[in-house]
């Protein structure tokens, strides 16, 4: 069996789900593996393999240790390519984690690689030009992720934010490079020039198409022919999704997935993103609500995760479901939170609250469909619940797949990245749910 065209270490695990998705749009197959894996965690056939690691916000030793190991793993397996995925909005401080990972990931790849990559995401309104990362018509710096709580992305020339992160040399392929007549001379010479990082800028699929023939359409991991040696591929789900256009159907080990089908059961919704987008998801959620309280959970967590789960139960009544557990709060809510417990203890304390809840409902209270809005809530709902490997279903919007477990809970997980999905998701995604 060959193994994976394209093996991924994502940052975090709805980003993984995100570009687990992308490929499953480009007709590929993908397939999710939580956290950094054993030896003997078996690999599904499939076209792309995504490690889903808990390390944008790390410390970078850490962070660097897991990528290592998570990429081992995956050329272990076979992976013809490494991808580093980052957040479309390139969510990171000053002291990492991508540029060190992607460092230590250029050692393992050998002599002379460099990294060649791109947050440009067209379908979630995310462009690079001139270096200048955009959200939608805004910089980045003049988006609502420079208020991020743990990353806030207040300079928009990423050739300097990435230049901060790490000590060699960091470069721009501008678009008018990327599409003009010698992409490839262009990229050589700016490799040429000392560059160990490129950031290529695109405004759309097509300009990604051209980056991913440029870095040879997958084949660009250990072995393939980079400008100068192999090429680390890295970016979010755009030009993960380019490569996938670009791979040849036939013989694809998408064919030989079965489509995931989750096992049905009640429907439960978590709730820790405190984003734009999920606060508007939670106003909009017209069924039952369970509310989860830092404070109460910091004084008292037996008492008040039991008494959460004795509301969830009254909640869902004889039905079905769904109900929703939500802890999630507006900014000035939050920072009164963060301001009595800190803001490292209530996430934690939040965190273990959403993993409890999902864990126990799911082996208690017949829950089978859950949906987790949050990276980090998310991270700590997958471990909870002892999420090994999910296979990537049906969308319930761009870059929000249902994931169904190949073997553990039968439970499908929809992992919703904070700003991900239209107002209404909790109330449409059960239709796409497998
Ligand atoms: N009411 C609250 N007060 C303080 N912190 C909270 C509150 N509700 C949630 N949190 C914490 O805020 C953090 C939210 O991060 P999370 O990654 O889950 O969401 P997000 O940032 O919107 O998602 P993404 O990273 O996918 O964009 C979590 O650590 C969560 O526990
Ligand atoms: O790239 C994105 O925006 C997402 O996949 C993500 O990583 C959000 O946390």
């Known amino acids: 069996m060959t193994g994976p065209r394209l093996g991924v270490v994502a940052d975090d ?95 393992l ?56 992160q790490t ?37 759309t699929d097509d300009d990604l198409d051209a980056l991913a023939r440029l870095v040879g359409a997958g084949a660009g991991g250990r072995s393939g022919p980079g400008p100068g040696g192999p090429v680390l591929l890295g970016g979010a789900a755009g030009l993960a999704a380019a490569l996938a256009r670009a791979w040849p159907r036939a013989g694809a080990a998408g064919d030989e997935v079965r489509a995931p089908r989750s096992a049905g059961g009640r429907a439960l919704i978590v709730s820790g993103s405190c984003s734009g987008r999920t606060l ?24 008040a995760l039991d008494a959460a789960l004795g509301a969830l139960a009254s909640a869902f009544g004889d039905g079905p479901g769904p109900v929703l557990v939500s802890s999630s709060a507006d900014p000035d809510a939050v920072r009164g939170t963060q301001e009595r417990l800190g803001v490292g203890r209530a996430a934690e304390v939040l965190e273990r609250a959403a993993g409890e809840v999902a864990a126990r409902a799911v082996r208690d209270l017949g829950v089978g469909r859950l949906l987790v809005a949050g990276g980090e809530t998310s991270g700590a709902v997958a471990a909870a619940l002892g999420l090994g490997v999910l296979q990537v279903g049906p969308a319930a919007a761009p870059g929000v797949p249902w994931m169904v477990p190949v073997d553990g809970p039968a439970v499908a997980v929809l992992l919703k990245s904070g700003n991900f999905g239209g107002p209404d998701l909790f109330t449409t995604a059960w239709e796409a749910c497998p």
């Open 280 to 303: 508007e998801q939670v106003a909009r959620f017209p069924g039952p609500r369970v509310a989860l309280d830092a404070i109460a959970l910091a004084a008292d967590p037996g008492g």
């Open 109 to 164: 790849l050998g002599t002379g690689a460099v990294s060649v990559g791109t947050p440009a995401t067209p379908r979630a309104g995310r462009t690079q030009y001139q270096g200048h990362l955009f959200v939608g018509d805004r910089l980045l710096s003049e988006s609502s992720l420079r208020h991020h709580p743990l990353t806030p992305m207040t300079d928009p020339d990423l050739v300097r934010v990435l230049g901060r």
């Open 167 to 203: 000590p060699r040399g960091v470069a721009l392929l501008p678009w008018a490079a990327l599409r003009g007549p010698d992409p490839a001379g262009a990229l050589a010479r700016v490799v040429g020039g000392g560059a160990r990082h490129v950031l290529a800028d695109a405004l």
């Open 13 to 107: 695990v709805t980003g993984a789900c995100d570009l687990a998705d992308a490929v499953r749009d480009a007709g590929r197959s993908a397939v999710v593996v939580l956290g950094a894996p054993g030896p003997d965690v078996d690999l599904p056939p499939c076209d792309a393999a995504v490690v889903a690691l808990r390390t944008r916000t790390a410390p970078a030793p850490r962070a660097v240790a897991e990528s290592l190991a998570a990429a081992r793993w995956l050329l272990s397996r076979g992976a013809a390519a490494i991808y580093q995925k980052y957040c479309s909005t390139f969510d990171s401080t000053d002291e990492g984690t991508i540029g060190p990972v992607a460092d230590a990931l250029l050692d």
